[in-house]
């Protein structure tokens, strides 16, 4: 008599302990960063005019953008659990530094220019090695609730952020609230080191050389892009993704803020706007945790845009604060989930090898090029009212998901079991 031999079972993603760890490790590097956004601002404050504060802030934005291309090809080339520990280290090693110089003397913004300039040209490789990272921690069925989890992480990251990083600032002011965040991000390395990763496939697809060695940065840049606008799935997706943030960036951003100037609602009542709006991502991110998996993703991802379009849209014609709260929170749950989505098929159906560079298209769409409707989003709620810009922001967010029901493989696409 013979016996057959069966594999176990996969382990759940949020029963793993190697995800477990790469989760926490996630969230302590999130909440530093928080912390050190937070002491960022209140130190250039500090340190000079609110015009110069904003020159820092937004300092590093242009390497970031710049350089993001090239950092997904240093993660394909290097690995994503290499490039991400590395990334981790210099991030600490430069907001200690600051710190301690800010506790001994009196610098000027320099520093925290320098330092801003230097966060963004590490998060041009982090990201697109953060991206690439979950598909080498778990199988391809589980990718779905690893994106939730890393939502949860984020949002959670977002509001214990500011309060530690309040609290660091009321201790010993900005040099504390630096040494908080660096020692936050710290805690992100040995974890980082003790995750197990999962080895590529020997075989590379068609035209890719990268495993002889003798390919070039620039031939790997291309080989990416060639695989993102020869994909059945992913080119229609990332135009998905386009139109989905260049509608949806303005109207919860500079947008909103006109918004709750012009209704009276002032600083509170845009908070609890934005509450409303974190409670429902959140909510999306937990419901893909626990599920693990929806079926027929393609379309509900292109059902959600379209609804969270219009959920976009109504909040400049809500007449209470509590209607535009409610409105948020769909908003929320519903760009949320198209958004965790369209992460879960963008980590499903690239090969592994160009994951970081696909994850640095989508990532320069996201953060590179969409914020730069914000001031555009600006000048015309000044010229022609909040409700003109938003039923126009709604409608190119909508397209999002007409793209994703409007192209067959995107719409049938799905996620693995």
Do not use: K
Not at 6 to 30: E, F, G
Not at 150 to 164: E, T
Not at 320 to 343: E, I, Y
């Amino acid at each position: 008599m013979t016996a057959t031999l069966t594999p176990p079972p996969a382990v759940q993603a949020h029963r793993d302990p190697n995800v477990l760890r790469w989760l926490v490790a996630y969230t302590c590097s999130m909440l530093g960063d928080s912390v050190y956004y937070l002491a960022l601002s209140w130190a250039a404050v500090r340190a000079g005019s609110p015009a110069q504060a904003g020159l820092v802030m937004s300092a590093s934005a242009v390497p970031r953008a710049v350089l993001m291309l090239g950092g997904g090809v240093v993660a394909d080339r290097f690995g994503p659990r290499r490039v991400v520990v590395g990334s981790d280290a210099v991030r600490c090693a430069a907001v200690l530094a600051v710190a301690a110089l800010l506790f001994f003397t009196r610098p000027g913004l320099w520093p925290l220019a320098l330092l801003a300039v230097v966060f963004g040209t590490v998060d041009a490789v982090f990201m697109p090695a953060v991206g690439a990272l979950p598909a080498r921690l778990t199988e391809p069925g589980q990718l779905a609730r690893v994106q939730g989890m890393r939502g949860l992480a984020i949002r959670c990251s977002g509001v214990a952020g500011a309060p530690l990083g309040g609290l660091g600032v009321a201790v010993g002011g900005a040099p504390a609230a630096f040494t908080l965040a660096g020692l936050l991000i710290a805690v992100s390395v040995p974890l980082l080191l003790g995750v197990r990763i999962r080895d590529l496939p020997a075989e590379n697809l068609p035209g890719d050389d990268a495993s002889t060695g003798r390919t070039t940065a620039w031939s790997d840049l291309a080989a990416g892009l060639r695989h993102i606008r020869r994909h059945r799935v992913l080119a229609p997706l990332m135009l998905a993704i386009a139109l989905g943030d260049l509608g949806f960036v303005g109207p919860l951003n500079v947008g909103l803020t006109l918004l709750a100037d012009r209704r009276g609602w002032g600083a509170p009542g845009m908070g609890w706007v934005l509450a409303g709006y974190a409670v429902g991502a959140g909510a999306a991110s937990l419901l893909l945790t626990v599920r693990g998996r929806l079926p027929r993703a393609g379309l509900v991802t292109g059902v959600a845009c379209a609804l969270g379009s219009v959920a976009v849209g109504a909040l400049a014609y809500v007449p209470t604060l509590a209607a535009a709260v409610g409105a948020a929170l769909f908003v929320g749950l519903l760009t949320g989930l198209s958004g965790a989505l369209c992460g879960a098929l963008l980590q499903t159906h690239t090969d592994p090898a160009y994951l970081g560079r696909v994850t640095a298209v989508a990532g320069l769409i996201s953060l590179g090029l969409t914020p730069l409707s914000m001031p555009f989003a600006a000048a015309a709620i000044g010229a022609w009212g909040l409700g003109p810009v938003y039923a126009v922001s709604a409608t190119v967010c909508g397209l999002g998901g007409v793209v994703a029901l409007a192209v067959p493989a995107l719409r049938r696409a799905e996620l693995p079991g």
